[in-house]
C-alpha cells in the first residue's frame, strides 16, 4: 500500500493518496436495532406500525383491556391470568420490544380468551 502512495505522489497529475494501515482501519460494526428496523421500513415501502415490533407495554396494555390481571411475577417476569383461567407469562422491561414469539402469544391468549 505504501508503494501505491509513492507512485500518486510522484505522478504530478493526479491527487497525493496515502494509505496507513496501522492508522486508518475498517471497523465492522453490527448495526444498531433502530437503524435496522429504520432500513426494513425504507425497503418495504410500508408504514412503520407493521414493521416496527411492539413494545412490551403495549402487549400489557392488550391483555389488560382483555381482562387478565397481573398476578406478580419475579423480576421482568409478569404473570397475567384472565378469570376463565388462561395464564401467561410476559418477560421483558416495558421499553423493551416484544421479540415475534410473544406477540403471537398474547394475541392467541387474547382470541382464545373471546371464544
Not at 404473570?79 to 423493551?96: A, I
Amino acid at each position: 500500500m505504501r508503494h501505491l502512495a509513492a507512485e500518486a505522489a510522484n505522478n504530478a497529475a493526479g491527487p497525493t493518496l496515502r494509505f496507513s494501515l496501522n492508522r486508518y482501519r475498517l471497523y465492522l460494526l453490527p448495526m444498531s436495532t433502530s437503524a435496522y428496523w429504520y432500513q426494513q421500513r425504507k425497503r418495504s415501502g410500508k408504514n412503520a406500525d407493521s414493521i416496527m415490533p411492539r413494545k412490551i407495554r403495549g402487549l400489557i396494555s392488550d391483555l389488560e383491556k382483555a381482562g387478565f390481571v397481573n398476578r406478580g411475577g419475579k423480576g421482568s417476569h409478569r404473570n397475567y391470568e384472565h378469570p376463565k383461567g388462561v395464564r401467561l407469562t410476559v418477560s421483558g422491561q416495558l421499553g423493551d420490544d416484544a421479540k415475534p414469539y410473544q406477540e403471537r402469544e398474547v394475541k392467541r391468549k387474547i382470541q382464545e380468551v373471546e371464544q
